[in-house]
């Protein structure tokens, strides 16, 4: 049967569509079955499009995760390292503390709501009493659950730790930061393009995409494409609200850029990881120069604890592990760097994807361009003579194809989003650059006794000094309260470690300042030594 006598006269009020004075084959029904079927391909048309963009962004998610955890688990088997070789009286009982930190720094950067701050202090919170009873007073032997925690409350006040936990800090937070707000990004990302991709079509764009696609067939004109201005027309009409997001997008990329740059200079994430131990190194090492006066302290608001004479019980001390240095830190951090470099060189190629994206899906089979003849939306014809509007909800107003009403709440949801990510970090990094100009203006550090200062806050991953606790208040109203002494400690979120992990080459002889040519100094050679240091030298 041919086309002509399959045809029928079907009346216009029964086609809401593909009206034509000819005779047409089309049903209402089958007009219906081609705005689903308009609506399934624009979706998989812009999921073409948006596939690269997709793989790029998930597969650097992927990539930056894995190298970031192999720098992070490189970083904690380093500090590990150092108790069981430097400090092993107390290399058990810290390796806890040195895992919840970690942890913590990890669920910082993928966005968890907590800080560097509160990691890095409730580090320290938890290994002064361990670096107090084991390496300052190692007789102790009445190490109880109340006396753990009076250690633990008069660290906030004594600062035992000095300069080191402070610094150590601002250091983490600055590097920290960047990583923290690319992975935000990079999520961000991911929710625009999956938003877009199924940003529901309105009726007028859907009853336009069926007049161009498939009223042709109505009339038997199956082989014939639309005409270049006039898919135009229709896509930027029905793309106008996801075009919107160009402005915003191009900024984003933007920040992607600065945020990798960020990255990779001074305050680079993987020379901040690895400093961690140095940096808790240096801190054992100022407050057993300080025993003296830190025993004076504790001995006041904590009482004196039983003590033995003689060295620790064997059990406590943890046998030297041969580590080997392996190349995993090399080859994370080059891996690292690499993906960075490769990842923003193509993204920048996206920065006009939402500005150019009608263009795209009226590119290839879809239109005639080397035919002398195309579909106008009435009729075949050797050109389109309408006018051509650009893109954006604006230009849409003089559309000869269909009705722009507005823009779509979703799309206009993510516009701010984007925007305000986009603020945020263009506040914060001008912020960081002030400070920090003011900081290097400045001289000196500071005093080793304040333990929070203004080179970070809340954002770089640290709190104010305001939620720290008076030790001296919160002992007397535990005595006040002793129902509150087993109140619920914060809890850390556990992460699976449970992975190969690499090791650092040392040797197992290894000095306190971790130079690895001496064996460790004993406690008392390390408090006679401060108390000759104090002799001749009054603070």
Not at 44 to 53: G, T
């Amino acid at each position: 049967m041919t086309v002509d006598e399959g045809k029928t006269r079907a009346s216009e009020s029964d086609l809401q569509i593909c009206q034509h004075r000819t005779p047409t084959c089309c049903t209402k029904k089958m007009e219906e079955s081609y705005q689903a079927a308009v609506r399934r391909e624009r979706t998989q048309s812009i999921q073409a499009l948006n596939f690269e963009l997709k793989y790029m962004i998930v597969g650097h998610i992927t990539a930056f995760q894995e190298a970031f955890e192999s720098l992070l688990r490189f970083a904690e088997n380093r500090t590990s390292s150092l108790f069981e070789t430097a400090y092993r009286p107390m290399a058990k009982e810290a390796a806890e503390p040195v895992k919840e930190l970690f942890t913590d720094i990890s669920l910082y950067v993928l966005g968890a709501e907590t800080t560097v701050e509160s990691a890095v202090l409730r580090f320290f919170d938890s290994l002064f009493p361990l670096v107090y009873s084991r390496l300052i007073n190692p007789g102790i032997t009445d190490l109880s659950e109340d006396y753990t925690e009076c250690l633990r409350l008069t660290r906030q006040d004594i600062n035992p730790f000095g300069r080191y936990s402070k610094n150590m800090v601002t250091e983490l937070s600055k590097s920290l930061w960047a990583s923290r707000m690319l992975s935000q990004a990079l999520s961000l990302g991911i929710e625009v393009i999956n938003t877009t991709e199924h940003a529901a079509l309105t009726k007028e764009c859907s009853k336009a995409l069926v007049k161009m696609q498939y009223c042709p067939h109505c009339q038997g004109l199956t082989l014939i494409r639309p005409c270049v201005g006039y898919c135009l027309n229709v896509m930027r009409g029905c793309l106008a609200s996801v075009s919107e997001l160009d402005a915003q997008w191009r900024e984003y990329i933007s920040t992607l850029e600065y945020l990798t740059n960020e990255m990779a200079a001074s305050h680079d994430l993987e020379i901040a990881l690895t400093g961690i131990r140095n940096s808790i190194n240096e801190a054992i090492l100022h407050a057993q120069l300080n025993g003296p006066q830190l025993s004076a302290t504790v001995d006041k608001v904590c009482g004196q604890p039983k003590q033995q004479e003689g060295n620790l019980s064997s059990d406590n001390i943890v046998p030297v592990k041969e580590a080997t240095e392996t190349q995993t830190f090399a080859m994370a951090h080059a891996s690292l760097n690499n993906k960075r470099r490769e990842f923003i060189k193509n993204m920048k190629r996206s920065r006009t994807f939402y500005a150019s994206i009608a263009e795209r899906l009226c590119d290839g089979d879809l239109v005639m361009r080397d035919s002398s003849t195309c579909w106008n939306g009435e009729d075949v014809v050797e050109s389109y003579t309408s006018r051509v509007v650009s893109n954006g909800l604006k230009a849409q107003i003089n559309n000869p194809e269909l009705k722009v009403r507005g823009l779509d709440p979703v799309v206009s949801n993510l516009i701010d989003k984007l925007q305000h990510f986009n603020q945020l970090d263009a506040e914060k990094a001008k912020l960081k650059l002030e400070r920090w100009a003011s900081r290097d203006a400045g001289s000196g550090g500071g005093s080793e006794e304040m333990e929070s200062s203004g080179d970070c806050d809340d954002e770089d991953g640290c709190q104010g000094s305001g939620d720290r606790i008076h030790t001296a208040d919160t002992l007397k109203d535990k005595k006040t309260h002793p129902e509150n002494r087993n109140e619920p400690k914060p809890t850390v979120k556990k992460i699976d470690t449970t992975t190969t992990t690499s090791t650092v080459k040392s040797s197992s002889k290894h000095s306190v300042t971790g130079n690895g040519n001496s064996p460790a100094p004993s406690s008392s050679l390390v408090i006679l030594t401060a108390l000759a240091v104090l002799w001749h030298c009054p603070l």
